[in-house]
């Protein structure tokens, strides 16, 4: 599951088991992300918390679904299939539709989103991609180009925590060796109206 010990659920106690109780999904089952912080609850809570509000909060106005393929392409780009697949499960959920998941993510990985994306759409991933290939050459333009293709800043903003929190989580994952056994693929702390539940289902 890790490359680090890990407390399960039922060995957990105290602040840890609190943490595990607001997190967990059916059956008592915490995302091994998740577990891989079981050593220093704190950082858990953090990660969490960075979690839950930049990607499911009821602030945020660019589409869930569309955040979820951000940290698809970004996981795509860090070689994390961990987050591939559970942001992939994630976005499949939300969008309703398996044939256009499917159309999305093979654009995703073929790096070509003519057709799978709207144009508005399709200025985002292309901020995502040289955000995560090549931060320091981000400018001003690339910024500008997600205005002219109809994002405010506040959007912009969303994409933006976004592309940099999936980066720490692959590197969280693949840092520590994280796989999806035994984990619920698409499970995510989806109650936007309550930035305090964390549950997932």
């Known amino acids: 599951m890790t490359w680090i010990n890990t407390i399960a659920y039922d060995e957990s106690t105290g602040r840890l088991r609190q943490l595990y109780d607001r997190i967990k999904g059916p059956d008592n089952n915490v995302d091994n992300i998740m577990m891989a912080h ?3 609850p704190h950082t858990m809570d953090g990660h969490m918390t960075l979690y839950k509000y930049v990607l499911h909060h009821s602030a945020n106005t660019v ?3 569309f955040l979820e393929a951000l940290g698809v392409l970004v996981s ?3 070689r994390c299939a961990y987050c591939v697949e559970h942001h992939f499960a994630g976005l499949a959920r939300l969008l309703g539709d ?8 093979a654009a995703i990985e073929g790096g070509a989103f003519d057709g799978a994306f709207e144009a508005r759409e399709q200025a985002g991933l292309r901020y995502a991609v040289k955000l995560t290939r090549s931060p320091s050459e981000v400018g001003p333009g690339d910024v500008q180009a997600l205005r ?3 994002f405010d800043d ?3 903003l969303e994409i933006n925590q976004v592309v940099a929190y999936f980066a720490y989580a692959n590197r969280t994952v693949l840092g520590l060796g994280i796989t999806t056994d035994g984990d619920i693929l698409g499970l995510s702390p989806n109650n936007s109206a309550d930035a305090g539940d964390w549950s997932h289902r």
Do not use: C
């Not at 398996?98 to 993510?105: E, F, K, L, V």
């Open 98 to 105: 398996p044939a256009r998941a499917a159309t999305m993510r």
């Open 63 to 65: 589409p869930k679904w």
């Open 154 to 156: 506040g959007q912009i």
């Open 76 to 78: 795509h780009i860090n």
């Open 148 to 150: 002219d293709a109809g």
């Open 38 to 40: 079981s050593l220093r």
